[in-house]
């Protein structure tokens, strides 16, 4: 290496650090230059339906676009002002987390919620979980009393205070009985519940909790020293309790894996595919093509020239270039910019004696049991973790993003080959959808799964901007049961509720959504959605601060009738969003019928064959065994070519009506 | 007996909406000193964050810090808006902070851990390209320290915690700066 930092004025370096920036990160960097930039600038969306609507706690204006608003309903006068959270259900109940307990409502009929109980029992965040009969609840905030009184906890070391997990017996729902606590150091801002499918005797919960560890004087053994000074840190690892079911209240913490061990440094997640594609682009057209952390960009021409002049210096030459020193350039390129970019590594490692400690603690753990497979969210990193012994997770893969503040939550699409991760940058109470906030900045990050590996393919934030008296970031939500797409109906908090389509990973869209004006357009006020789940062809929604919403899926150019129905034949027991559950479709009629839509919709048939189709289902589902069976088989056989995966899935679905 | 202008269902929900509004303000009223403390010092103490952020764009940052900077920039802006507002609902005085994090009459607030001296802050003023990532991500990890050790010494208090505004903000400014220190180690081993 013959050129070095001083070959090159201050000026070529730094206009070269400005060029990469611009290839790079494009309008991330300017759009979050200090003084702000005007709304304007997102003008498409501008349009939009959800930007303007006016504020009010019960009355504020609402946008909805392809759903069915078919109630809302207040909280009850014990709860209202306290925060509403996360959700469960079981039966015809959801379960609601409040910061001052639970809330159960019947909702049997969506239209009028029933409230069966209002348990009162402070604890923040209140995140819920049910198996069977029990109903698993976090604590994380220091007003959590063990005995639910209302009058928090003042001193810093008490032995009233509960920071973990309660549980509840809700054989009788009306009258949920407090059965036992799980005290643990960081107490559980959120948890997870593992129902291993080869185990019946027990029920696993994850706790993550994200607060500053408790003081050993409240919970004997509680260390928040870091894990060289002291090897039993509740720094740096996750608790696992196991739930006997045969006696609840001997539920212990089992393990506390540490998940994160050995996490040095993983490389950001890679370039979306189309980013790659316009690096091969350029290479193949000749550009010169550097890296810079990991990440690589095109090296703007007119800088070419100067480093190429450089270079020929440097080897005592004097130009013009040769087609041999174009050659031995591009071969030095690497290293010349390394040191341009003073990538002087012994330098640099003065400053890294201190090991790399990665994250402390996950933020939420989604469970995929019958995969075997689970997504961590934690702090920094998104963890692939394979869950096959309950009791003993470990790390498959990790992925960062420096786009990424705060890895959030996880879910999986249904047949696990996808999985997405939020980024709840700011912590749900910041403003975090504002015109001027990048897209790429609190948004879902989507991968494939490949092998255990993730790969990165895109990122889907709410198109539409809110204003700043809204706290908004990307949130919880679950996939909705259309088969063969992936939907994913999700929590923007008081940007409302978005739904994402997934399916093509790398083009993400939104086909369906709601949203309010803020709670007042005086200040921020905490509100919107903090959960939306599917459970039952319902869309369930706990609002912060306006209570609990229920909406249904409507037809739309996006979703038919068809796939409406084809997913409301999927009926779940209950549901725990955070353990993921796989849908699984009954053969139906209207099952074939959403997967001729599904041709239609992908050109894969034509028009006459399709109608030709459609028809013969509908006449064989007025025929009698015998005949339907052999209807069902013609209609099969009349189809010509299954080289289209949506052609297949549909003939597969009418073969599957024949008996 | 009643004057229905409205609903009886408007009615109820009129009611619901004033013990919204009640209860909203009770929440404010079970703060501690110990909380206002906090409020006040880490306005002053994510001001400096923000002159320090303030700087990269003319000091040649790479792209990396350029990004971080920028997030540094809206996050704690942000937040310095959120403890405004605490402190503002209060009834507490409330620090302000202009344009680049200079804040009037808070010269110097070296007290607090984490904080940088002003000679620190002139070499980082005077620091240019990798030499500028460099200290930048050393300064600013121990910065963020600095701010892990307040929320830390804040919930050792007693009575701490049951105003749920403040305990969510601290544990956010907690986690979140734990998160870009990780983040910001990794940067320097780049």
Redesign the interface.
């Given at each position: 290496m013959q050129l070095t930092l001083n070959d090159m004025s201050d000026f070529k370096v730094l206009g070269v650090f400005a060029s990469i920036m611009l290839v790079t990160i494009t309008a991330t960097a300017q759009q979050t230059d200090d003084p702000a930039v005007e709304a304007g600038d997102m003008a498409p969306a501008m349009s939009d339906a959800r930007v303007g609507l006016a504020p009010g706690l019960f009355d504020a204006g609402e946008a909805i676009w392809n759903l069915g608003h078919i109630s809302t309903t207040q909280p009850p006068e014990q709860f209202v002002g306290v925060t509403n959270s996360d959700l469960a259900f079981m039966g015809d109940y959801a379960i609601q987390g409040n910061y001052n307990g639970v809330l159960i409502w019947d909702i049997s009929d969506p239209a009028v919620p029933v409230l069966v109980k209002d348990y009162l029992c402070p604890a923040s965040q209140s995140d819920v979980s049910v198996y069977e009969n029990l109903l698993f609840v976090s604590g994380e905030g220091r007003g959590g009393r063990l005995d639910c009184g209302t009058e928090g906890v003042q001193e810093a070391v008490s032995a009233d205070r509960l920071r973990g997990i309660r549980i509840f017996d809700i054989s009788d729902i009306q009258n949920p009985n407090y059965i036992a606590n799980v005290q643990t150091c960081r107490g559980s801002h959120t948890h997870s519940v593992l129902k291993n499918p080869d185990d019946n005797e027990n029920v696993y919960i994850y706790v993550s909790g994200s607060a500053p560890v408790r003081p050993a004087e409240e919970l004997p053994g509680c260390s928040g020293m870091m894990p060289d000074e002291d090897p039993n840190s509740a720094l740096f690892r996750i608790e696992v309790i196991q739930v006997p079911l045969a006696d609840p209240s001997l539920a212990a913490i089992v393990n506390s894996p540490r998940i994160f061990e050995g996490l040095v440094a993983p490389p950001r997640h890679g370039m979306a595919p189309d980013d790659v594609k316009a690096i091969e682009e350029a290479r193949a057209a000749g550009a010169f093509v550097v890296e810079y952390s990991g990440r690589q960009a095109v090296l703007p021409d007119r800088y070419v020239a100067g480093l190429i002049e450089s270079f020929l210096e440097s080897q005592g030459k004097e130009g013009p270039a040769t087609a041999a020193d174009s050659v031995a350039f591009r071969e030095a390129l690497p290293s010349i910019f390394a040191e341009m970019m003073g990538g002087n590594a012994e330098e640099n490692e003065e400053e890294s004696d201190a090991p790399d400690p990665g994250p402390t603690q996950c933020h939420d753990i989604t469970l995929y049991p019958e995969i075997g497979l689970a997504g961590g969210a934690c702090e920094g990193y998104g963890l692939l973790l394979d869950i096959t012994d309950p009791v003993n997770p470990f790390r498959l893969d990790a992925v960062a993003d420096s786009n990424f503040a705060y890895w959030h939550s996880a879910t999986f699409n249904n047949d696990g080959s996808k999985i997405l991760f939020t980024d709840e940058w700011g912590g749900g109470g910041a403003p975090k959808c504002r015109a001027s906030d990048p897209p790429e900045w609190g948004a879902n990050a989507l991968f494939m799964l490949n092998d255990g590996k993730m790969e990165f393919q895109s990122y889907y934030k709410l198109p539409a901007p809110q204003t700043p008296q809204e706290n908004c970031v990307a949130h919880n939500g679950s996939l909705i049961p259309v088969p063969g797409r992936d939907l994913f109906v999700q929590s923007w908090y008081q940007g409302g509720i978005s739904l994402m389509d997934w399916t093509d990973i790398a083009n993400p869209i939104e086909i369906a959504y709601h949203d309010r004006g803020p709670v007042t357009d005086e200040r921020m006020e905490m509100g919107g959605s903090w959960s939306v789940y599917w459970y039952n062809g319902l869309i369930v929604s706990s609002e912060i601060a306006r209570g609990l919403d229920i909406f249904a899926l409507t037809a739309s150019e996006y979703l038919t009738e068809n796939e409406i129905a084809a997913a409301n034949t999927v009926e779940l027991a209950y549901l725990n969003a955070q353990g993921q559950p796989t849908y699984r479709w009954p053969n139906t009629f209207v099952l074939a019928h959403a997967r001729l839509d599904q041709v239609e919709r992908a050109g894969a048939l034509g028009a006459d064959a399709i109608s030709e189709l459609r028809q013969g289902l509908t006449d064989a589902e007025a025929m009698e065994d015998d005949s339907r069976n052999a209807a069902l088989m013609a209609l099969v056989a009349s189809i010509q070519d299954f080289g289209n995966a949506r052609v297949l899935a549909a003939a597969l679905a009418i073969a599957a009506l024949a008996g | 007996m009643f004057a229905l202008t409205q609903p009886l269902w408007a009615q109820d929900?009129d009611s619901?909406?004033a013990?919204?509004?009640?209860?909203?303000a009770?929440?404010r009223s079970?703060f501690v000193q110990a909380e206002v403390d906090f409020m006040t010092g880490m306005i002053a103490h994510h001001a400096q964050a923000l002159v320090m952020s303030?700087l990269a764009?003319n000091n040649?940052?790479?792209?990396?810090v350029?990004?971080?900077a920028?997030?540094i920039?809206?996050?704690q802006k942000?937040?310095i808006q959120?403890m405004q507002?605490w402190l503002r609902d209060r009834d507490q005085p409330v620090p302000e902070v202009h344009?680049?994090g200079h804040m009037p009459g808070h010269a110097h607030h070296h007290m607090m851990p984490g904080m940088l001296p002003e000679e620190q802050l002139d070499e980082l003023r005077n620091a240019?390209?990798?030499?500028f990532?460099?200290l930048f991500?050393?300064y600013m990890i121990t910065h963020h320290h600095g701010a892990v050790v307040m929320?830390?010494d804040l919930?050792?208090?007693?009575?701490?915690?049951?105003d749920?505004?403040a305990?969510?903000?601290a544990?956010?400014i907690?986690?979140?700066q734990?998160?870009?220190?990780?983040?910001m180690?990794?940067?320097?081993?780049?």
């Open positions: - | 929900q619901l909406e013990l919204y509004w009640q209860r909203i009770e929440s079970h303030a764009p040649g940052a790479g792209p990396a350029s990004v971080l920028a997030r920039i809206n996050a942000d937040e959120l507002t344009a680049g240019h390209g990798a030499e990532d460099r991500l050393t929320v830390r919930f050792d208090q007693d009575g701490v915690g049951r749920e505004e305990f969510r903000l544990s956010a907690h986690v979140d734990i998160t870009e220190i990780a983040r180690e990794t940067m320097l081993e780049d």
